[in-house]
């Protein structure tokens, strides 16, 4: 027993020294990073209002004064585009974060309470499982209505059980590993053991699932701004930006086209960083 406690320190010892995501993941997060700090300081990096009416410059091209061009409004696209940063990522990475929370409690409930408690955890999340992500958020923010608010909760709805059992699955895993039986014959506490050693094996691969979710939320949440079901349309947020261009695509095309890069680059850029943190994560748990 006691070898086989010294394997499972050895084992996360090597887990906790071997975290860090590879070069090109660790140039992808930091790309990632940047454009959240854009978001949070927005402010400071602009001249003017994205809120700001000027109906003698409508519709203009990209130039020296206004980098992507002007809305039908006269506002400064680049503008309400650093802003619509702002509220995509909001959607995104608050929706990933709360369905984290939830998931794991919810899978690590449903793996450690018992057979009943895993029964009815397991099938309420095939119950959720059988819509599509895109549709249950819809579902949702069709019964409470559009919303910042609303469609976070819808998200993190929709995602939450996809989390959850990832979560049970790997913590069946980890409780048959020879050291964490160990662990519990000698007679440690059922909490310390799920604290010291399943939560720590259970959260390492749950952070790809993280990653790559914060980039599905994204899109999910453009999706319901472009069908009016996301935040007040007077708030720049890049889905509902390409809502409002398609009247204007024949005048001025670029209306769409940055916010729909926005979208784009921001998307593949987490994606690319999920695969980075998938390769090291497989790499450990090897």
């Known amino acids: 027993m006691t070898t086989a406690v010294a394997a499972g320190r050895a084992t996360l010892i090597r887990l906790r020294d071997r975290h860090s995501l590879p ?3 660790r140039l992808v997060a930091a790309t990632v990073l940047a454009l959240a700090a854009v978001a949070v300081i927005a402010p400071q990096l602009l001249a003017g209002s994205p809120e700001s009416i000027d109906p003698g410059i409508a519709l203009q091209s990209p130039n020296g004064t206004n980098l992507f061009g002007t809305d039908w409004l006269g506002r400064d696209e680049y503008a309400r585009v650093v802003y619509g940063a702002r509220a995509s990522l909001l959607v995104g990475v608050g ?4 369905a984290t929370v939830v998931g794991t409690l919810w899978g690590l409930g449903s793996a450690l309470g018992g057979p009943v408690a895993d029964q009815v955890g397991m099938r309420l999340a095939d119950v959720l499982l059988a ?3 895109i549709l249950m958020a819809l579902l949702v923010v069709a019964v409470l209505g559009p919303g910042t608010g609303n469609v976070v909760l819808a998200i993190t ?3 939450t059980p996809g989390f959850a059992r990832l979560v049970r699955i790997r913590t069946h895993e980890v ?3 020879a050291y964490v039986r160990a662990a519990l014959d000698l007679g440690i506490a059922p909490w310390r053991v799920t604290w010291r050693h399943i939560v720590p094996n259970v959260l ?3 952070s790809v699932l993280v990653v790559i979710n914060i980039g599905t939320a994204i899109i ?4 319901l701004s472009f069908l009016g079901l996301g935040p007040d349309t007077a708030v720049p947020e890049w889905g509902t930006m390409l809502a409002q261009s398609r009247n204007y695509l024949s005048a001025a095309w670029t209306l769409a086209l940055f916010p729909g890069l926005a979208i784009t680059l921001t998307v593949m850029s987490i994606s690319v960083a999920g695969r980075a943190l998938r390769e090291r994560v497989d790499g450990v748990t090897r």
């Not at 929706?95 to 709360?98: E, G, K, P, R």
């Not at 999910?220 to 999706?223: C, H, L, N, W």
């Open 131 to 133: 819509f599509p992500t």
């Open 95 to 98: 929706s990933t974060l709360l």
């Open 220 to 223: 999910i949440g453009s999706s």
């Open 204 to 206: 390492l691969p749950l």
């Open 175 to 177: 409780r048959r590993l």
């Open 23 to 25: 070069r090109p993941g």
């Open 157 to 159: 709805i929709a995602l």
